[in-house]
């Protein structure tokens, strides 16, 4: 299987089992390296603005820089407030933000078409739901 570096810092390491968990037919299309990099609220705006042409923050965006390396930006304000919104923790919010952006730098854009949009969302569910198992099991 593809080995992957994962730069992630210690407030999110959680992360890291995501990318364990995708299936090896998307791992193989991920860059060898990825960074995760946390930004502000203000950060993650004037990138949304920037590259979504978009007037607020965003909860995770991705960049591909070639097949050796790509990086997940997070904002984790947003991604709090949409947790408590939608009822999920943190840990899992923010997983599924990484995992989203990790389908993305493997070329999967749901904004293209509803079949890859479906595709997408069951591929982030069956993973996101092992890891809640996987979580609870520890406990």
Known sequence: MKEIILHV???????KEAVNSLPPVIRKRLPREIAVIVVSPQESLKLNRRYRHKRKPTNVLSFLYGREYGEIIVCPSVIRKEAKEQAHTEVFQMTWMVLHGMLHLAGLHHENSRIVAKKVERIEQRILSALEKKRKNKR
Do not use: L
């Open 9 to 15: 810092s210690k407030r999110i390491a959680f992360v």
